[in-house]
């Protein structure tokens, strides 16, 4: 009988402390996504919060205030709210364009520090003032629209890993710089147009979806990702295009010279798909499938010297060759990497091993 009571005391104390949680929860106010831009010597910041009228369906409601900093961007918020203002649903931070070639560090520091935000928010940078692509998301009625699109580009598409956590590393490590996901509009939809590449804290230069895919072969797995690779045949003049799906890739990277100016060579195993290839090629033939290889692999080889030349022509290191100089370095100075950067030099090989063809599809 003891026991029975003591079952339906703890029982009832568990319901009583859920319906306390869910009146509290009933009267707050939680920010999921929030914009940054510049207005004159000043910002203004953008906070979007889901208002759920019924099961499954929200509203949400736009508060815009305006102030000197970013620290005073939260007072003046409440200021506008009868409900106390929570952060631990925030899973999203926009920069518009001009705030961003200003500098996020403050941003990123004030956002690393609050003790309920998640290592795993997004942040990206807008085309134009981020209060225009977020005033878009208004008719999605979906307060993590943004969020969601990064992470599927992350799993499904061409954008490397990234999150509040990998930025947090970028921007305070030695020897790497920032990249964030870079939107635009397209058709009055919203778009993710390749990555913002920072200096430091600032943003300096924007790069395609490609390299994107580019950089993400060199960081991470590029699984999923896909890109359109050039092909001609022997009497053409002008090039056929495949599409190329990434089922898995491995980097590896060494140091050869220190330096400066610090010498480096890259290896990339890349396993593909090929898909929606010219008519003249024939998949089922082995020498053409080899052939095939050998011009993705010299396009991929020729496309990443690419990349590091933009790179080293814009002083950005979203690689991190800084970093791994460094780590092979008695004495190594960021000043004196960064005076040599532009003379780095990069050796790299691909290995491409075509694993999956359209043939017979």
Not at 72 to 90: A, N, V, Y
Not at 191 to 206: N, P, Q, R, V
Request: hydrophobic share 40%; charged share 25%.
């Amino acid at each position: 009988m003891n026991v029975r009571k003591t079952f339906l005391l703890i029982l009832l104390s568990t319901l009583i402390s859920a319906c306390g949680n869910q009146s509290i929860v009933n009267d707050i106010k939680l920010v999921q996504t929030v914009g940054y831009d510049a207005v004159g010597d000043g910002m203004r910041n953008a906070s979007i919060i889901a208002n759920y009228e019924e099961t499954g369906k929200s509203k949400l409601e736009f508060y815009v205030t305006e102030s000197n900093t970013v620290y005073d961007s939260l007072p003046r918020l409440q200021t506008k709210l009868d409900f106390p203002i929570e952060h631990g649903q925030m899973r999203m931070a926009l920069f518009g364009e001009t705030y961003a070639r200003r500098g996020i560090g403050i941003a990123i520091s004030t956002l690393i520090r609050h003790p309920v935000i998640s290592y795993r928010m997004h942040m990206g940078v807008a085309d134009r003032d981020a209060l225009d692509i977020l005033n878009v998301t208004e008719s999605k009625r979906d307060p993590y629209f943004l969020f969601d699109m990064i992470e599927n580009n992350i799993r499904r598409g061409n954008l490397p890993v990234m999150n509040l956590h990998v930025a947090f590393f970028n921007f305070f490590g030695e020897g790497r710089d920032v990249f964030l996901p870079y939107f635009t509009m397209e058709r009055g939809e919203i778009k993710i147009d390749g990555l913002a590449l920072f200096k430091g804290d600032k943003f300096k230069t924007a790069i395609s979806i490609r390299d994107a895919f580019l950089l993400k072969m060199l960081l991470n797995n590029s699984k999923n990702g896909s890109i359109m690779v050039p092909i001609k045949g022997s009497n053409q003049e002008r090039a056929d295009f495949f599409l190329m799906n990434s089922l898995g890739s491995k980097s590896t990277f060494k140091v050869i010279r220190t330096g400066p100016p610090a010498s480096v060579s890259i290896r990339l195993k890349l396993k593909a798909q090929v898909r929606d290839t010219p008519t003249w090629i024939d998949l089922t033939s082995e020498q053409q499938l080899a052939s095939l290889e050998k011009t993705m692999e010299a396009y991929f080889e020729e496309e990443i010297q690419r990349f590091v030349s933009l790179c080293k022509i814009n002083n950005v290191d979203p690689v991190g060759f800084g970093d791994l100089v460094r780590s092979k370095s008695y004495k190594w100075d960021a000043r004196d990497f960064e005076n040599h950067y532009g003379a780095l030099k990069a050796t790299v090989s691909v290995k491409v091993t075509i694993v999956q063809t359209s043939a017979g599809q």
